[in-house]
C-alpha cells in the first residue's frame, strides 16, 4: 500500500529535549516536505527536500533542521523545542516535477506539545 | 501578502443538501493548480479535487465539483447531497507553476453537516 509513515503520532515533551520526528514514504518520490497546522493559519511548510541531500527552506523554517538521506526518509529535527513549536505536523510527498497536477500525499500528522 | 483565503471560518448544512465552500486566491502566475483537501477530526489530510489553471471545464469528483472562476480567482468547493460524514475541515490550496511542489494552504472551514 502506497503511504507516508510518520512517527511518533503524538509526543509531549518539555522545552529544550532534543526530539526527532521520522517520516517514511514507500512511493519512491523526489519531493518530501514538512508542514505545520496552527489553528487560523492553515499549514505552513516548514522545509522541503527535492532529492537526496537536497534541502531548503520553506516559510517557516527557524528552530527545524531536516536532512535527506536516503530517498525515503525525511526526519525533522528540534534541537531545541519550544513552547511556540506546540502544532500539528505534517509531512508529504510527491513525484517531482514541473507540470500539474502531482498530488502530494499526506503523512497521519504529529501532534506535539512542548511544555 | 494573503495568497489563498477562506472567508468562512465555520459552516452549517442540513443534512442532503448542497453547500459551497469559499476559496479565493491570489497569483500573478498563469500555471497553478488549485486543490481540496479534506481534514476530518482524526487529523489525516485527504485530497478530494483538483483544478489546473488551464483546465477549461471545472473539475468533478463524485459529489465534489470545483467551482472555478478564473477571472474572480475563486476556485468554490460544492459539496452535492451532504452527509454526516462530510463534517470536518475543509482546507484550499494553491501551487504555482515552476520546478517545485510547495502548497499554499488557506486557513480552512469547519463543515458540520445536521440531520
Known amino acids: 500500500e502506497a503511504q507516508v509513515t510518520q512517527n511518533p503520532r503524538y509526543l509531549i515533551t518539555v522545552t529544550g529535549k532534543k526530539l526527532t520526528v521520522t517520516c517514511s514514504q514507500n512511493?519512491?518520490?523526489?519531493?518530501m516536505s514538512w508542514y505545520r497546522q496552527d489553528p487560523g493559519l492553515g499549514l505552513r511548510q516548514i522545509y522541503y527536500?527535492?532529492?537526496?541531500?537536497?534541502?531548503d527552506k520553506g516559510d517557516v523554517p527557524e528552530g527545524y533542521k531536516v536532512s535527506r538521506k536516503e530517498k525515503r526518509n525525511f526526519p525533522l529535527i528540534l534541537e531545541s523545542p519550544s513552547p511556540n513549536q506546540t502544532s500539528l505536523y505534517f509531512c508529504?510527498?510527491?513525484?517531482?516535477?514541473?507540470?500539474?497536477?502531482?498530488?502530494?500525499?499526506f503523512g497521519p500528522g504529529t501532534r506535539l506539545t512542548v511544555t | 501578502a494573503q495568497k489563498i483565503t477562506q472567508t468562512q471560518p465555520g459552516m452549517f448544512v442540513q443534512e442532503k443538501e448542497a453547500v459551497t465552500l469559499d476559496c479565493t486566491y491570489d497569483?500573478?502566475?498563469?500555471?497553478?493548480?488549485l486543490f481540496w483537501y479534506k481534514q476530518p477530526s482524526s487529523g489525516e489530510m485527504i485530497f478530494l479535487i483538483y483544478?489546473?489553471?488551464?483546465?477549461?471545464q471545472n473539475a468533478t469528483e463524485g459529489r465534489y465539483s470545483l467551482n472555478f472562476q478564473k477571472a474572480r480567482k475563486s476556485a468554490n468547493l460544492v459539496i452535492s447531497a451532504s452527509q454526516l460524514g462530510d463534517s470536518a475541515m475543509y482546507f484550499c490550496?494553491?501551487?504555482?507553476?515552476?520546478?517545485?511542489?510547495?502548497?499554499?494552504f488557506g486557513a480552512g472551514t469547519i463543515l458540520r453537516v445536521k440531520s
Open positions: 508529504a510527498s510527491s513525484i517531482l516535477g514541473t507540470s500539474f497536477p502531482y498530488e502530494q500525499y
Open positions: 512511493m519512491n518520490h523526489e519531493y
Open positions: 483544478q489546473g489553471s488551464y483546465d477549461q
Open positions: 490550496a494553491m501551487r504555482e507553476g515552476g520546478y517545485g511542489n510547495k502548497l499554499v
Open positions: 527536500s527535492m532529492n537526496v541531500e537536497v534541502t
Open positions: 497569483t500573478s502566475d498563469p500555471s497553478y493548480g
